[in-house]
Structures are given as C-alpha cells and as structure tokens.
C-alpha cells in the first residue's frame, strides 16, 4: 500500500475521477497534468483500486497500478461467469464486468414414470440413482453423474411393466382385465370392477417374473457366472482343471421356469495309453490328466533321448511329448551274444 510520505517529493500527482474509495493518492491532488509541458511533467500515479477474491475463486496478482492484471480461478465444482483477466486501464478502472464463481448444478432430473430417482444432491459429480415401482423394468441408464456442462450424464430411464390391461372404462360395474407377458406371473387380482361405492375390487396386479430356481452345480465343475434365477437370466458352467465336456457350458431361465438343457457332464480327461514297446520298462498306469509314465531301458539299451525319461498328460489329452525309445548298446550286445 502506498503512504503519503510516499509521494511527498512529488509538485502533483495525477488523480483520475474513478470509484475507488478513499484512495490515498486522490490526496495529493494539486491539478491536472500539463500533456504540453513535455519533459518538466511530474510523475503520473493511476490506481485502479484493489480488487477482491471472488467467493469460490481465487485472483493471481496484486498490484493495482495502471497496466497491472489480476487474473481469476473458480475452485472446482464452480463455473466461473464474467472476466477471466482484468486489467487496470488509464481511466482508473479494472477493464471487463466483476467476476463470480458459480456452483456447478445440473437441478433435480425429474422421477422416471412408475419410478423414482434416489438422490438429494444435484450438483457437479453428485450421483443419483433410477429405481422403477415392482412390477416394471428399467430400461436405460440406472444412474446418472451431473457433469461440469449442468446436464446429466445420462437421462431419465423408462419404466416398462411386463403386462397389459383391457379396459379404458372407468364407471360403476366397468370391468377392467390384466394380463402379464411371457415369463411373467401374475400378482394380485387378474380382474378387477369399478363398485357402486366408488372403489375397485380386488388388488392391483403386478407382473413377477418367473423364477427357474437352482440350476445346480455339476460334480467335477463350477458355476463361473450367473445373473439370478428368474426369467431370461443366463447361467455358465466350466469344468475344474483336468476335466472337460462335451454339452453346452451355458444355460438360460426359461418362460415356463425351467432352464435350457442340463448342467454340463464334467469327465476327467485322459491321454490314452502310450503303448509298450520292446526293451523298456514302464512306471505308472493312471493316464488320465497331470499322471505320468516313466520308463526305464534293459540292461543293454540306451534310452533316446536321455534326459526325457517322463511324460506328463495334458489338458489337451495329449503326452507333453512322446514317448523314449531304448537303442540297443553294440558293445552290450557283443558281451550277452554267443561267441
Ligand atoms: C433411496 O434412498 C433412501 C435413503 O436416501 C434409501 O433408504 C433407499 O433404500 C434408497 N432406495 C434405493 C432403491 O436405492
Ligand atoms: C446409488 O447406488 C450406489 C451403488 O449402486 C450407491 O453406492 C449410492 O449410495 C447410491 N446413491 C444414492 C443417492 O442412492
Ligand atoms: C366399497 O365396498 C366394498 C365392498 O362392497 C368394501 O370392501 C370397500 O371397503 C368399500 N370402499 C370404500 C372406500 O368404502
Ligand atoms: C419349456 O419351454 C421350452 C421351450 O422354451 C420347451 O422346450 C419345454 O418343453 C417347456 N417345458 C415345459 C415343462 O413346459
Ligand atoms: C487316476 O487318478 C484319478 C485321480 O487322480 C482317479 O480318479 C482315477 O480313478 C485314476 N484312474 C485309474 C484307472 O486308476
Ligand atoms: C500336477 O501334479 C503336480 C504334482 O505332480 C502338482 O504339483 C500340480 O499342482 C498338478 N497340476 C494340476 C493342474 O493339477
Ligand atoms: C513333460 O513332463 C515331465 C514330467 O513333469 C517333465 O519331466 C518333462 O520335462 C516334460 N517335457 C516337456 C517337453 O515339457
Ligand atoms: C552298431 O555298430 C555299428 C558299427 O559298428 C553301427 O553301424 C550301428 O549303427 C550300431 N548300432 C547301434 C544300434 O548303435
């Protein structure tokens, strides 16, 4: 802040008409400048007054003289309306309109028909949720994020009902009838009539969809993903390590509440014999998945190639890599021969 003693050296000191309050300079005022007297002028001091933060924001720059800047920021969550830069002019004020930091809000997003929106907080990244009344399907997105634009990051969803009325009449003795689409049951009463007293019979149905229970887990295998037991939801099996099978792996809930096909037959997977051959022994009988077989040459053989004695069963049901084979050793030969 500039003082008074400050400026005590100086004949005059320029003060322009402006809005700043009280500013010190402004008493120091001894006249206008001479634009004429060239060289001999006394200093000119042009203040455009301090510029406060804006609430939600913050200002870069201090200086309040002619020429200074301040540039402006919202925190986040705020949009900032007005100027971005202002800077200090001739006629000592700020250029450009003041500057405010707005809260971001994108406004409650209205309830979907037959449903309701969960949320209480409508501003930048708040979330809210779609849920639809029993008895309905969401379509579309369940949830939605204010976005730094104010719109939604998704809109409303739709509430479908699963079942249809027949009737449009709502007077003394109409009969109204409801009925659900395929895979979905009926809840509450199929009929309903309008009574003299002004109310309808019965209970207002809603369409449940039907449940397919338990699929069930094969023996030797696994559910790996499933989305629920009623209608339309999916169900995938696989077999544990060392078993395979030949059916389908995936099973679907059905309109009559029963699943497509039958849980997979989990068999354990097997390579087969590797066959005997002359001149060898054998180790192991079991040739099913990760057993193994060793063997050993009679005396007299070499086994080829040397460092492979060992074959293992794959998930491939196939042998890691085939079989040894014994070479017959020429000077063994010799010695066991008859001379
Ligand atoms: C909606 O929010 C309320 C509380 O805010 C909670 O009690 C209710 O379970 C929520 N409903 C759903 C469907 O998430
Ligand atoms: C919306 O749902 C999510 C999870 O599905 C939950 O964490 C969040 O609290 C819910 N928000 C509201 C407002 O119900
Ligand atoms: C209308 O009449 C029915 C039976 O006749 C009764 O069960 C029902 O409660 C009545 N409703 C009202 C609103 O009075
Ligand atoms: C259920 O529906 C499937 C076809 O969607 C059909 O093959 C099967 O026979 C039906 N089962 C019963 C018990 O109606
Ligand atoms: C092979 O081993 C498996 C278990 O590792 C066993 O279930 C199977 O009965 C065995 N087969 C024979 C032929 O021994
Ligand atoms: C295969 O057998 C070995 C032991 O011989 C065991 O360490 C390994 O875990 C088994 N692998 C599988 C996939 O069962
Ligand atoms: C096959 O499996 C056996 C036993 O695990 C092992 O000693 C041998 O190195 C394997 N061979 C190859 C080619 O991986
Ligand atoms: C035995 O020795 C002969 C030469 O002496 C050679 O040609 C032959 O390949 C050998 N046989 C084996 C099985 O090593």
Known sequence: MATASAFAGLSSVLCISGTFPANILCQFHTGHRDSHTGAGSPPVVISCGSLSFPPNGNKIGTLTVYGATAIFTCNSGYTLVGSHVRECLA??????????????????????????????????????????????????????????????????????????????????????????????????SAERTCLLNGSWSGLQPVCEAVSCGNPGTPAHGRIVSSDGVLFSSSVVYACWDGYRTSGLTTRHCTANGTWTGTAPDCTLISCGDPGTLANRIQFGTNFTFNKTVSYQCNPGYTMEPATSPTIRCTKDSTWNHSKPTCKGDNLSIKKFSPM
Request: charged content about 15%.
């Open 91 to 188: 006629n000592g004020l700020w250029s450009g309109p003041e500057t405010r930091c707005l809260a971001i809000t994108c406004g409650h997003p209205g309830n979907p028909a037959h449903g309701l929106t969960n949320g209480s907080e409508f501003n930048l990244n708040d979330v809210v949720n779609f849920t639809c009344s029993p008895g309905y399907l969401l379509q579309g997105a369940s949830r939605a994020q204010c976005r730094s634009n104010g719109q939604w990051s998704s809109p409303l969803p739709t509430c479908r009902a699963h079942g249809s009325r027949l009737g449009e009449e709502f007077k003394a003795k109409s009969l109204l009838r409801f009925s659900c689409e395929m895979g979905y049951q009926l809840r509450g």
